[in-house]
Nanobody
Framework: HVQLVESGGGSVQAGGSLRLSCSSGGYNFASACMGWFRQVPKKEREGIGAIDESGTTTYTESMKGRFTISKDNAVNTLYLQIDSLKPEDTARYYC??????????????????WGQGTQVTVS
């Protein structure tokens, strides 16, 4: 069982930046596909982007430009840099983990392991 822990959320003013982190209990990120998602109440979880074993990233079209995903395999940590924050970015942000083949890395259904999320509030 993979345990993921997100951190770095908070309350920020519009135009600011945040870097979210996602760490595991020692599970090897180098061999996994990792994704970032966000969710607001009463709406479906929305894919932001993902990074595969080789470090190749893919993003939902609407997320390109302000969101940057990276990872550090040495410390098993995934990152999400969010720049030029907007009030509509207010959501709970989740990381997700999959070691098997993923057909659609931007689909929440592809990931069996999730963190508890970290709240981002932009005003």
């Amino acid at each position: 069982h993979v345990q993921l822990v997100e951190s770095g959320g908070g309350s920020v003013q519009a135009g600011g930046s945040l870097r979210l982190s996602c760490s595991s209990g020692g599970y090897n990120f180098a061999s996994a596909c990792m994704g970032w998602f966000r969710q607001v109440p009463k709406k479906e979880r929305e894919g932001i982007g993902a990074i595969d074993e080789s470090g190749t990233t893919t993003y939902t079209e609407s997320m390109k430009g302000r969101f940057t995903i990276s990872k550090d395999n040495a410390v098993n940590t995934l990152y999400l840099q969010i720049d030029s924050l907007k009030p509509e970015d207010t959501a709970r942000y989740y990381c997700a983990f999959q070691v098997n083949f993923i057909a659609d890395p931007l689909s929440a259904k592809e990931y069996p392991f999730w963190g508890q999320g970290t709240q981002v509030t932009v005003s």
